[in-house]
């Protein structure tokens, strides 16, 4: 008896962490979108959410009469696009994901970077583009603290893609990057799994073949895998950054399909761990 | 010194608790709303906002080309209006107030009753009406100790007139009666004083006379008031939902102006206060 207490003690130490971002191509199917938050909601621990827009935003902003500016091909947000983002993204898509996670018994919290002051960003300067109302994340972001008390204060934090400045303006950021910044300041506190879901099973040996994930890689594959241009150059500034975050502390980065996230309570294999050991 | 510990102790045990509500005559103008927001951030302990709607709602409605619709009078919150109000409440209203909030200094964060399972009701039962998704509260609807580890962690709630079902569903509930069941479910943890902001000075004795404020009414005085008809008809619901929430253990209600809401701190007269004792 006294060995499990002690047994029990020495593995709450390290509290395991998941967070997870899905993206357009779960969100915009609601059976994808429904399947996702049950698997999700019954992964054991503390976890994150974060989640990117869809299609309801461009719909919104067409029917409004709201153009998409773009600017040498980049995306601006003016006060309008920021509205609409606002209440799509932090309304409508957050909290119709919270009740889906209360309905399976997830005690989700949904928020912007500005509730909690959970992710405070500066309005990217405006050099040769002005990108309008749009955040970046710097290493005075997010104090981990911070969100610890809400984890640990029984709830699971839905993050959509807006953040705040601190002076009373909201703005839109990225979300594979508010994944990745949460990732890497939590681990500083838990042993942190940041998972990726996309469009695919995971990083392909031969792009025609779903089935040919490759299912571990570490930094010495990683330039194996470059040399043999088998990893195809989209794939690039996701895994440079999932490496990044690793070298950062993060224990290990898995980009893979929402609907095989149940994979994971099985044991058995959920897309591409990227990791420092294999 | 021990003297003094000992004070602090006692003091520190029943801890106060203000609860404040303001609607669209605060929140559709912004001086108004700013200056609001920052006399709630000088109130000291914890605190609770609750925001109902405004003329935005309204205007997306009309925009989007979605009809009011009513029923014997009733508004009826159809599918289309559930999703306006949770993108103009829940998104737009809301993360806006919390950004202000926290760039006064508000550790605030947005809810909707599905975040937390805060406020959990029930679809109202379709008799001679439909009223489309509309969540009535009752005495299960509110569990204290759910919102007290968020209070007690640091954050101030932010709600917005948004429910669930817990079954997936949001739903439209009436921003008065969330600002009540909140009030009398955390009077018991909390010494509870309930705010509601209107567009007068409190209830006055002359309704000319923005100036004849009542100070203070009991139940006594609320009798002897309605027989002299002092108060007028349209006072009469409010002031029964006050008392009653009195009566459920809430300490004192105050009907009062948001932009004389710095008062309270100044020790200076705010509103009407409605209490059992004068």
Known sequence: ???????????????????????????????????????????????????????????????????????????????????????????????????QLQRFGTNAIGLTGADGNFIRTKKRPVKTIDYGFVGDIDENSINPENIQRLLEAGFTPAFCAITHDGEGQLLNTNADTIASALAVSLSKLYETTLIYCFEKKGVLHDINDEESVIRDIDPKRYEELKKQEIIHSGMLPKLDNAFTAIACGVKSVIIGRSDDLGNIKGQQPFGTRLSNNI
Chains 1, 2 share one sequence.
């Open 1 to 99: 008896m006294g060995i499990d207490k002690k047994y029990l003690k020495t593995t709450n130490k390290v509290n395991k962490l998941y967070i997870i971002k899905i993206g357009g191509n779960v969100i915009d199917n609601s059976e994808n979108l429904h399947n996702f938050l049950q698997d999700f909601s019954s992964l054991d621990g503390h976890k994150i959410l974060v989640h990117g827009g869809g299609k309801v935003a461009t719909q919104l902003s067409a029917t409004l009469g709201i153009e998409a500016k773009l600017v040498d091909g980049r995306r601006i947000t003016d006060i309008e696009t920021l509205r609409v983002v606002t209440m799509v993204y932090g309304g409508l898509i957050n909290k119709n994901i919270v009740a």
